[in-house]
């Protein structure tokens, strides 16, 4: 019998059933990732993010409404009705000004925006490794990034085998941003997760053992 994590993993790992996935994720309520504010490595190269920016697979919007906050145009996209109007609703509250937008990333490519940054926190990896998916993600990443522009990823790591998931390893990020991306700095973080998550899955307490998500920031060439 498969845990509720286990089942979570699989629900976001299996790409025809992933929207409705994430979509009762969100009913469900709390989900792991749900922090109220950015992970922490956004906010330590905050200084780094110019506008306009996008914010793909936003959520409820924690890390557009960071940006927003600090004087930068901000659009966020996400493909769950529910999560949009979650942040809608905090935009309203927190009287900050933010589009976000129902769209699914795998339309980039058919959109007329471009922006100077993107951030990524925690969509890059659930695109699996070899599937299509992540090549038609990346091709509209290029369309609607200005060259020169830069990608702020956030993205499960090959560390976290242990937890069912299968992250990236460096060489897997460095062959997926050979051609005309630059990938500046790299390095292993620590994540933050929903503590009523945590409280369940102890496993997946960011502050057990080495840090096991990538931060990266990526380039596009000009
Ligand atoms: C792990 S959550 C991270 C949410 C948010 N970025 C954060 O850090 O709190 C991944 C988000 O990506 C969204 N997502 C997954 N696939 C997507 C797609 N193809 N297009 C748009 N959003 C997508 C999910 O609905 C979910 O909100």
Same mark, same amino acid.
């Given at each position: 019998m498969k845990t509720s994590n286990e089942q979570l993993m699989e629900k976001m790992k299996n790409h025809e059933s992933v929207q409705i996935g994430f979509t009762k994720i969100y009913a469900d309520g709390n989900p792991p990732?749900?922090?109220?504010k950015p992970q922490p490595p956004f906010e330590e190269i905050a200084d780094q993010v110019m506008s306009?920016?996008?914010?793909?697979?936003?959520g409820t919007g924690n890390t557009s409404l960071f940006f927003a906050d600090r004087g930068l145009k901000v659009t966020g996209v996400d493909f769950v009705e529910e999560a949009i109007l979650q942040a809608r609703a905090k935009a309203d509250e927190r009287n900050l000004s933010v589009e976000f937008l129902v769209k699914d990333a795998m339309t980039l490519c058919e959109w007329d925006k471009? *922006? #100077?940054s993107i951030i990524d926190s925690g969509l890059f990896h659930i695109f699996d490794k070899d599937e299509?998916?992540?090549?038609q993600y990346l091709k509209g990443l290029t369309h609607v990034l200005k060259p020169g522009g830069?990608?702020?990823l956030f993205s499960f790591s090959d560390k976290m085998e242990s937890l069912g998931v299968d992250g990236m390893t460096k060489q897997e990020l460095y062959k997926t *941003? #050979?051609?005309?991306w630059e990938i500046e700095s790299l390095k292993l973080v620590r994540g933050e997760c929903n503590p009523i998550f945590v409280a369940?899955?102890?496993?997946?307490?960011p502050n057990n053992g080495e840090p096991k998500m990538w931060f990266a920031i990526i380039r596009r060439k000009e």
């Open positions: 990732w749900e922090i109220g306009p920016v996008l914010d793909c697979g936003c471009c *922006f #100077a299509l998916g992540l090549k830069r990608l702020f *941003f #050979a051609d005309g369940e899955f102890p496993e997946w307490n």
